[in-house]
T-cell receptor, first 114, second 113 residues
């Protein structure tokens, strides 16, 4: 089936605007992860869902970041009052289960905050 | 604390020569190790992983990696490089008590014809 998809692929926001980034995981995948990747760096973990439960949000950098997965499939990462330091690529990944399964990544959303 | 080191920012190899991209790690418990490749403006693509078993793991596109517990390394290798292998390669690790992947900073692999 289809892989992980993310939308939009590119987002430009003015500082202070709110943004919402969408992730469609592979159908049937239980686990969903969000990562932030700064230019020239490896991804950094933001948050993890198992079905609709957000089991770990320890990587969210501030309370302006919020993620949800209300029906255990599609997930949305919301950033309120965006700041320039939020500029990065936001990657979503899903895996079939939660343990050692491989994580499959979407193409990412490149967020630029002006 | 868990960590991953990719000591080389860039590796240059001539087409047809063997290549190695280095990765060392630090993790509590048994390590689960992964290699991903990233092409420009594209997401991370899974290459291979080590969970348990044989230390030599074979993956996609002719890549393999060798797990060395004593040296805490998981170097990526390919016997004969292709120009199309040029990309950014990431090593990642997680411990057996959690699910977070910890990533290296990436190594840019350049294969010259």
């Amino acid at each position: 089936g289809a892989g992980v998809s993310q939308s939009p692929r590119y987002k430009v926001a003015k500082r202070g605007q709110d943004v919402a980034l969408r992730c469609d995981p592979i159908s049937g995948h239980v686990s969903l992860f969000w990562y932030q990747q700064a230019l020239g760096q490896g991804p950094e973990f933001l948050t993890y869902f198992q079905n609709e439960a957000q089991l770990d949000k320890s990587g969210l950098p501030s309370d302006r970041f919020f993620a949800e997965r209300p029906e255990g499939s599609v997930s949305t990462l919301k950033i309120q009052r965006t700041q320039q330091e939020d500029s990065a690529v936001y990657l979503c990944a899903s895996s079939e289960h939660s343990s050692t399964d491989t994580q499959y990544f979407g193409p990412g959303t490149r967020l630029t905050v002006l | 604390a868990q960590s991953v080191a990719q000591p080389e920012d860039q590796v240059n190899v001539a087409e047809g020569n063997p290549l190695t991209v280095k990765c060392t790690y630090s993790v509590s418990g048994n390590p689960y190790l992964f290699w991903y490749v990233q092409y420009p403006n594209r997401g991370l693509q899974f290459l291979l992983k080590y969970i348990t078993g044989d230390n030599l793991v074979k993956g996609s596109y002719g890549f393999e990696a060798e797990f060395n517990k004593s040296q805490t390394s998981f170097h990526l290798k390919k016997p004969s490089a292709l120009v199309s292998d040029s990309a950014l390669y990431f090593c990642a690790v997680r411990g057996d008590s959690n699910y977070q992947l910890i990533w290296g900073a990436g190594t840019k692999l350049i294969i010259k014809p």
